[in-house]
């Protein structure tokens, strides 16, 4: 099993900034792309952001400009730095995790418990 854990979630007023955190933990695995989903009460879950093992980078058009995703490979951690948050970034956001187990090559997906983004006057 690869863990994911997350932090840095909370409350905070619109123009505020947050920044998430996701770690992955296990034996014997390798990482492909991490990234962030969210999905917010009455709406589909959506890619907020993603980042390959080699630094590519894609985001939703939404966040263009006020986010960054950014991974430390060497602590299989990936982050998101959340600025001029807006109220329609409320969501819970989840952390994701693609990879490969060294061992026997085969593929996971992980997904951490979600981390509450709340924006509000």
């Known amino acids: 099993q690869v863990q994911l854990v997350e932090s840095g979630g909370g409350l905070v007023q619109p123009g505020g900034s947050l920044r998430l955190s996701c770690a992955a933990s296990?034996?014997?695995?390798?990482?492909?792309?991490m990234g962030w989903y969210r999905q917010a009460p009455g709406k589909q879950r959506e890619l907020v952001a993603r980042?390959?093992?080699?630094?590519?980078?894609n985001y939703v058009d939404s966040v263009k400009g006020r986010f960054t995703i950014s991974r430390d490979n060497a602590k299989n951690t990936v982050y998101l730095q959340m600025n001029s948050l807006k109220p329609e970034d409320t969501a819970v956001y989840r952390c994701?995790?693609?990879?490969?187990?060294?061992?026997?090559?085969?593929?996971?997906?992980?997904w951490g418990q979600g981390t509450q983004v709340t924006v509000s006057p």
């Open positions: 994701n995790a693609d990879g490969y187990f060294s061992g026997s090559y085969s593929r996971f997906t992980s």
């Open positions: 980042i390959t093992s080699g630094g590519s980078t």
């Open positions: 296990g034996r014997s695995f390798s990482i492909n792309a």
